[in-house]
């Protein structure tokens, strides 16, 4: 069984926050009314859904434009740009503030990762759970579609597993015997 984080805490954000464009080289055509949403958050700044909740880990990446909390309890909670479902909520709607993502609502979540349009999240039992853009096979679920717009298991049966990761277009998990597997994207030998 995995343990969570120790660390407790309240999330402060700042910084860019108009997720339809953050990493973007120009507005999508269809967005070019999003142009003047979202500000710049020059000091820290509490969101207010998170008032009574106590925050074990922040998520996000590089190259991603969602955000992940774990909190003390094992959940999860997305928000950030979401045109491919990597929210995890059912849908492609992006979310200005954090939302708890009720189809891991569950399960107790010990750690998770954010690709550019993906996302996994590992269980305590040792299960991880993926979500989000797939069309190079990068959510480990053994197919190739658009999206997955909910929380759907990696197809794998073996050891449990005890780290995730993720990179722009590819997933890497390792099992409690040190077994590294990784899928999606191999453009570069990244696999």
Known sequence: KLELPKVRGQLLIFGATNWDLIGRKEVPKQQAAFRNLGQNLWGPHRYGCLNDVQVSCVVSGPCAAHSLIMTTEGKLWSWGRNDKGQLGHGDTKRLEAPKLIEGLADQVIVSAACGRNHTMALTEDGTVYSFGENKLGQLGQGSQTDAVLSP????????????????????MVVDCKGNLYSFGCPEYGQL
Do not use: D, R, T, W
Not at 152 to 171: H, M, R, T
């Open 152 to 171: 759907a298991p990696i197809s794998y049966n073996g050891q449990p597993l005890v780290k995730v990761a993720c990179g722009a277009e590819f997933g």
